[in-house]
């Protein structure tokens, strides 16, 4: 599987923790300062990366109230595109400076170009990689083209067949990058966690070889976390100060507390998936003790014989361990063994068993 570097820095790879993108898009409600706190808000809840999209409703649509550019369900039931966006886009003249603004934070910066003016824009900023929205995977000269430059791309996949997807990819590598990495998405504002089909995410890893991850606008942690579970290698969720600010995007987005939780939840699964691992582990070491074994449960005498009245499985676990109780009986004693000793081999008369296996007690 390929990984995907910026600045010569691993960011994404089959061994790496999840990458975890904070996705601002409409949230900052036409307010430079908004969008600079929403990054500094996004750095102290734990993403990696803090996102926007590179458009203008002239970019992405047309100016039209024809029947073609109305919006008649969902959240934003009644809108007209060319309008939609127009209260949702990030002003171009602003993105350097939210750049500049991430850089000194400490944060990942990352756009989703539109368009090929979105991309030229981007390169003049020196951006280091690129995310392809969903809508925008059917966009082949525009996937190519953003190929072209030579940046990892981030693809999403909500709606699109597998067809579709193989598309998309091998348009990328017809540019010579083999950066990508693919995001199962639902493209439902908001979506359910009905509807993810998680198992899909592992199949594009099977199929494609690529890490894969997930664009989720679901509500909660739900997704990301089980995403994890699964092998997501990247989490994207919509970001905002607070749902109460007016916008496009508020409602399918995170407050800063609940994307904190997201990130603390995200990497507990991590550390609860760990590596393949057999035997005790250091946190269950104390706890050995309590598994069984076997245990004299009546006075002895030399010479008695060993029967399930007087020997028995129980715990704790510093005897011989419960396989070897019906090697034992019928064996005697070779001293007095009091009424709770943990049997021992050196307790037999005839004290053997197979060499090789590895005795306890």
Known sequence: MNSIKIKGRTIISKDSPAYIIAE?????????????????????????????????????????????????????????????????????????????????????????????TAVDFLEGMDLDFYKIASFELVDIPLISYTASKGKPILLSTGMATLEEISEAVEAIHKMGNTQVALLRCASAYPAITDGMNLRAMQDMERVFGVPVGLSDHSQGSVGAVAAVALGAKVIEKHFCLSRGIENPDASFSMEPQEFKQMVSDVRQAERAIGTVCYGPSEQEMDSVVFRKSLFVVQDMEAGDILTPENLRPIRPGYGMKPKYYEEMLGKAVRQDVPKGTPLSLGMIADGKIQEDEKLEG
């Not at 803090?50 to 649509?61: F, R, V």
């Not at 100016?63 to 008649?72: H, V």
Request: net charge negative; glycine share 8%; aromatic share 12%.
């Open 24 to 116: 601002m898009s409409a949230n900052h409600a036409g307010s430079l300062q908004r969008a600079k706190d929403i990054i500094y808000a996004a750095k102290e809840a734990g993403a990696d990366c803090l996102k926007i999209q590179t458009y203008t409703p002239d970019t992405i649509t047309i100016d039209c109230d024809n029947q073609y550019f109305q919006i008649t369900s969902g959240t934003w039931n009644g809108e007209n595109l060319y309008q939609l966006y127009g209260k949702a886009y990030t002003p171009w003249e602003w993105q350097p400076e939210l750049k500049k603004e991430a850089g000194k934070v400490g944060i990942d910066f990352l756009s989703t170009p539109f368009d090929r």
